[in-house]
Antibody, heavy 124, light 110 residues
Framework: QVQLQESGPGLVKPSQTLSLTCTVSGASISSGSQHWSWIRQPAGKALEWIGRVFPSGRTDCSPSLRSRVTLSIDTSKSHFSLELSSVTAADTALYYC????????????????WGRGTLVTVSS | QAALTQPASVSGSPGQSITISCTGTSSDVGAYNYVTWYQQHPGKVPKLIIYDVFNRPSGVSSRFSGSKSGNTASLTISGLQAEDEADYYCISYTTSSTYVFGTGTEVTVL
């Protein structure tokens, strides 16, 4: 069973950079048939897709966040990371990491395993 | 890319059927059959209940079904049960190789 665990500061000051790491166990993070995603959810609000990183290092990011997001992966440490720069209060949310993979033969790639989420608050 | 549009809330009585719509554009929902639905109970991690528009992962109740017409995908819950009370989100792959979530729908069982 794949397990993901988010870690990082729970409090970030405005204008600073939010940095989170997701540690993966129970699966090889370097396997090609998967990607590794970040999704966030402000309290009481909808889920928002942030982006994904492939084992190759290729990334895709939400256009609305692309200018502030850096995604990376370290297969030797079995973890992947999110950096979000110039944060504001609007970036306060529960941040989830997740694994995306085909659910069935020929299917699209979807997040089938999620971490529990880590709350990040942006405040001075 | 704007979030996919879902009704804010839908309600029904036990045993009834309800349908949640998820409207996007020709660049996301309408472009591929890559629409997924998640169920999220309060304080819980989202659970995948429908993928590729209408497929159910093993273990998901057959009361959940999905469909799509043009730029709108739909999730139908048949035989509504108290345990179905949750938030539901659609998500679609886009022509930009990104994903976009829906605005979310709160389902209430009366």
């Amino acid at each position: 069973q794949v397990q993901l665990q988010e870690s990082g500061p729970g409090l970030v000051k405005p204008s600073q950079t939010l940095s989170l790491t997701c540690t993966v166990s129970g699966a090889s993070i370097s396997s090609g048939s998967q990607h590794w995603s970040w999704i966030r959810q402000p309290a009481g609000k909808a889920l928002e897709w942030i982006g994904r990183v492939f084992p190759s290092g290729r990334t895709d990011c939400s256009p609305s966040l692309r200018s502030r997001v850096t995604l990376s992966i370290d297969t030797s440490k079995s973890h992947f990371s999110l950096e979000l720069s110039s944060v504001t209060a609007a970036d306060t949310a529960l941040y989830y990491c997740a694994r995306g993979a085909p659910i069935g033969p020929g299917s699209g790639w979807y997040e089938d395993n999620w971490g529990r989420g880590t709350l990040v608050t942006v405040s001075s | 890319q704007a979030a996919l549009t879902q009704p804010a809330s839908v309600s029904g009585s036990p045993g009834q059927s309800i349908t949640i719509s998820c409207t996007g554009t020709s660049s996301d929902v309408g472009a591929y059959n890559y629409v997924t639905w998640y169920q999220q109970h309060p304080g819980k991690v989202p659970k995948l209940i429908i993928y590729d528009v209408f497929n159910r992962p093993s273990g998901v109740s057959s009361r959940f079904s999905g469909s799509k017409s043009g730029n709108t995908a739909s999730l139908t819950i048949s035989g509504l049960q108290a345990e179905d009370e949750a938030d539901y989100y659609c998500i679609s792959y886009t022509t930009s190789s990104t994903y976009v979530f829906g605005t979310g729908t709160e389902v209430t069982v009366l």
